[in-house]
């Protein structure tokens, strides 16, 4: 019997919205294609294969521009402070193109002082943690009470 392969794909991005202290929109970001670390494809097959592990439901933003690669365990400067610590999202199961086709994270940070942030990424802990995605966004400064919203989406498909 011959083996037939059915192809898979993953589409992954994150919106980022800054918001003045009145809650105005100051600025909107999408990035896409961000780097899957190797520590997570370990993560992947372990929950698949119910061999234990933790959901991947924890954001964190960071202020380093270092280059992505896929060895990365961690962000590479993590803001620990002025309530931009590494939060819990909230996580949804959406639809984009098949029903629940898309894994979402939602979480909001309100500075309380001002921070520049230049990455985001995805963990499974909000300690002693594995990094599921990282991703370079741009270097912005927040100024103190105004707030980030960051949306994580990844879209998991057959291709056509």
Same mark, same amino acid.
């Given at each position: 019997m011959?083996?037939?392969?059915?192809?898979?794909?993953?589409?992954?991005?994150?919106?980022?919205?800054?918001?003045n202290?009145?809650?105005?929109?100051?600025?909107?970001?999408?990035?896409?294609?961000?780097?899957?670390t190797?520590?997570?494809?370990?993560?992947?097959? $372990?929950l698949?294969?119910?061999l234990?592990? $933790?959901?991947?439901?924890?954001?964190?933003v960071?202020?380093?521009?270092?280059?992505e690669?896929?060895?990365?365990?961690?962000?590479?400067?993590?803001?620990?402070? $002025?309530?931009?610590?590494?939060?819990?999202?909230?996580?949804?199961?959406?639809?984009?193109s098949?029903?629940?086709?898309?894994?979402?994270?939602?979480?909001?940070?309100?500075?309380?002082?001002?921070?520049?942030?230049e990455?985001?990424?995805?963990?499974?802990?909000?300690?002693?943690?594995?990094?599921?995605?990282r991703k370079?966004?741009?270097?912005?400064?927040?100024?103190?009470?105004e707030s980030?919203?960051?949306?994580?989406?990844?879209?998991? $498909?057959?291709?056509?």
């Amino acid at each position: 019997m011959e083996n037939e392969k059915e192809n898979f794909w993953l589409k992954w991005m994150v919106k980022i919205d800054i918001y003045n202290a009145d809650w105005t929109i100051k600025e909107e970001g999408k990035f896409e294609h961000n780097i899957i670390t190797n520590a997570w494809l370990a993560a992947l097959t $372990s929950l698949g294969g119910w061999l234990g592990g $933790s959901a991947f439901t924890y954001l964190g933003v960071w202020t380093s521009n270092t280059a992505e690669a896929a060895t990365q365990t961690a962000l590479v400067a993590e803001i620990v402070d $002025s309530w931009f610590a590494r939060k819990a999202a909230t996580v949804t199961q959406i639809t984009t193109s098949t029903t629940n086709d898309t894994f979402q994270l939602v979480a909001i940070w309100t500075a309380t002082a001002w921070k520049t942030i230049e990455e985001i990424g995805i963990f499974n802990a909000g300690t002693a943690w594995t990094m599921l995605w990282r991703k370079l966004t741009w270097t912005k400064t927040i100024n103190t009470w105004e707030s980030i919203s960051a949306t994580y989406k990844i879209i998991m $498909s057959r291709a056509a």
